[in-house]
């Protein structure tokens, strides 16, 4: 069975300029939440979409930073404009749902620098 | 002030050696998730728990409610456990995650 799918899994970008980011969960799993992982750092929630509706997107930069997962499996996360202090890991992971005993499975991540 | 503090942050043992990573949070949860990283790797899912001790493998898990207090074991450490160990919790109001900073862990042969 394959794992959480992110492309691509390295952006180098120039500050001001967009950036987006993809994601395709496990088959079947109905959670899908975007981390953003600094260096040295625990991963922090962005946002996290039951099906297609985003149920918790508190933590998530709304001025430059915006999701979509219209389908309710791909989704995508874009930075318009991406600023220095962006660059970061992005990982996307899946549950089966949202429940709190769900594991989530974590994709490989984007690594994204700014220059 | 960070809701998850791990210690050590950092961790250099000798293969075979027992290792003990403790993890204490600042809030009531409903559940906390140990995971692994590895370098340049995805994250994966070690242990769920919510009460007790849980044990896979060479791993042993442990979570005191009470006093707030996780600790994640590895017996007869091995250079492939070289990796970072994050905890993070769930609150018990609203499922939001909480993430630790990390244990490196570097086992030498």
């Known amino acids: 069975e394959a794992g959480v799918v992110q492309s691509p899994r390295y952006k180098i970008i120039e500050k001001k300029q967009p950036v987006a980011f993809w994601c395709n969960p496990i088959s079947g799993h109905n959670t899908l939440y975007w981390y953003r992982q600094n260096l040295g750092q625990g991963p922090e929630l962005l946002i996290r979409y039951e099906n297609e509706e985003a149920v918790d997107d508190s933590q998530l930069p709304k001025d430059r930073f915006s999701a979509e997962r219209l389908k309710g499996v791909d989704s995508t996360l874009k930075i318009q404009p991406a600023e220095l202090g962006d660059s970061a890991v992005y990982l996307c992971a899946s549950s089966l749902d949202g429940r709190v005993q769900e594991t989530q499975y974590f994709g490989p991540g984007t690594r994204l620098l700014v220059l | 002030k960070n809701e998850v503090e791990q210690s050590p942050q950092n961790l250099t043992a000798q293969e075979g050696e027992f290792i003990t990573i403790n993890c204490s949070y600042s809030v009531g949860i409903s559940a906390l998730h140990w995971l692994q990283q590895h370098p340049g790797g995805g994250i994966v899912s070690l242990f769920m728990?919510?009460?007790g001790k849980k044990k896979h493998g060479r791993l042993i898990a442990t979570i005191n409610i009470q006093e707030k207090h996780s600790s994640l074991h590895i017996t007869a450490s091995h250079p492939r456990d070289s990796a970072v160990y994050i905890c993070a919790v769930v609150r018990d109001t609203g499922n939001q995650f909480y993430f630790g900073t990390g244990t490196s862990l570097t086992v030498i042969p």
């Open positions: 728990l919510s009460s």
